[in-house]
Each structure stands twice: as structure tokens, then as C-alpha cells.
């Protein structure tokens, strides 16, 4: 089946520490996103790529990176973990021009900052 | 700015009891995105909603884009413990292709 997979599910990594979260896609979808969702909360966007071209949103701390290799995968780089980034990180992908922008979410990543 | 008002926050039921959320804007949205969230998964899609006045059903849940596309419901009939979850609803304009989410319904149905 078609899918969006995000990995690993749960990371724990210390104040600081570098930490890397991945994400494919079996959709062939050309937009992939990554959002931050902290309890219960709608997720909040803050990048996504248009095929090879990366789009930040403007409130998009520094410390927040990105990467699309290809079209398939995506990462999200948090360079130095504070313990305000603790959250759950989304991952999600739609095929602009078709389909009203629907967007598929993977599982998500829960993101411990000790 | 675009804005999303969901109503309301939380909810808590009983079983067998029907509920009704809602999604309001001012904006008017080429489409709207309905989502439910399980506690440590993904946002998962239940429908989209494209023209004004359409009404989708999904076995016991009913959803509902207004006249004017600026607002929709979901209302949901003889809710079972399955249904708990995060309810988000989302917009989409004809101009980008990021969504607009509301602030979350959170369900919890007791047994």
C-alpha cells in the first residue's frame, strides 16, 4: 500500500544533541511537509518542499533544518535540541493540482529532549 | 490572515450520544479537510468537502460544507468508544497548497 513512513517513532536525544528525523514516501507525491505538533494541538507547519525547492515558514527557528534528497524522502535536522522542541513531528506529502491538496500524514515521531 | 475557529475544544460523552463540531472562518476555502488523530499517531484523512452545501456521509458520521464554503460541521450519531480522537479540520485554497487547520476538537467517548 501506498504510504507515508516517518522514522524512528519515538527519539530521545539530550539538550543539544544533534538529532535527525526521516521520512519516505511511497506516494510519488511532489510536496512534502514537515510539521510540529505539541499536545493536542493542530499541527504547525514549518517547511515544506515543492519538489527540490525548500519553502520556510517565517517564524521557523534557525535550529530547524531540512533535506530532500530525492523525491521520496525527506529529513527534518534539529541542530541543537532545546526542551522546548520536545513534540511530535509530522510528516505529510500531497500531489499539487490534483486532489483538492490532500494531505496523507505519516505516524509521526515523538520527540523526547532530555 | 486566514483563521480556522473549531468548537468546541474538548468534548466528553457518553456511548449512544450524537455530537456535533464545528468549523468556522471568515474565508472562504476551496476545500475542507476533515482528519481524525489517535493518541500517538498521524492526522488521518476522513473526507475532503469541495462545493457549498455538500454533505458526505461516512457510516455514523455526517459532514458538512456551508453555502459559501466558509464553514463546515461533522456531526456524529451514536458515538462509540472508537470515535476518541483528535478532530481537525482543515482548509484549502485555490492559491497554495499549505492548509489552514483549526485548533482540534478533542473526543473522548466513555463506555
Known amino acids: 500500500d501506498a504510504m507515508v513512513i516517518q522514522n524512528p517513532r519515538y527519539q530521545v536525544t539530550q539538550f543539544g544533541k544533534p538529532v535527525t528525523l526521516s521520512c519516505s514516501q511511497t506516494?510519488?507525491?511532489?510536496?512534502m511537509y514537515w510539521y510540529q505538533q505539541k499536545s493536542s494541538q493542530a499541527p504547525k507547519l514549518l517547511f515544506h518542499?515543492?519538489?527540490?525547492?525548500?519553502?520556510n515558514e517565517a517564524d521557523t527557528p534557525d535550529n530547524f533544518q531540512s533535506r530532500r534528497p530525492n523525491t521520496s524522502f525527506c529529513f527534518l535536522d534539529i541542530r541543537s535540541p532545546g526542551l522546548g522542541d520536545a513534540a511530535m513531528y509530522l510528516c505529510?506529502?500531497?500531489?499539487?493540482?490534483?486532489?483538492?491538496?490532500?494531505?496523507?500524514f505519516g505516524p509521526g515521531t515523538r520527540l523526547t529532549v532530555l | 490572515t486566514q483563521l480556522l475557529e473549531q468548537s468546541p475544544q474538548f468534548l466528553s460523552i457518553q456511548e449512544g450520544e450524537n455530537l456535533t463540531v464545528y468549523c468556522n472562518s471568515s474565508s472562504v476555502f476551496s476545500s475542507l479537510q476533515w482528519y481524525r488523530q489517535e493518541p500517538g499517531e498521524g492526522p488521518v484523512l476522513l473526507v475532503t468537502v469541495v462545493t457549498g452545501g455538500e454533505v458526505k456521509k461516512l457510516k455514523r458520521l455526517t459532514f458538512q460544507f456551508g453555502d459559501a464554503r466558509k464553514d463546515s460541521s461533522l456531526h456524529i450519531t451514536a458515538a462509540q468508544p472508537g470515535d476518541t480522537g483528535l478532530y481537525l479540520c482543515?482548509?484549502?485554497?485555490?492559491?497554495?497548497?499549505?492548509?489552514?487547520f483549526g485548533s482540534g476538537t478533542r473526543l473522548l467517548v466513555r463506555p
Open positions: 518542499y515543492y519538489d527540490k525547492d525548500f519553502n
Open positions: 505529510a506529502t500531497s500531489r499539487v493540482g490534483h486532489s483538492y491538496n490532500e494531505q496523507f
Open positions: 482543515a482548509g484549502a485554497t485555490d492559491s497554495s497548497y499549505k492548509l489552514i
Open positions: 506516494l510519488n507525491h511532489n510536496v
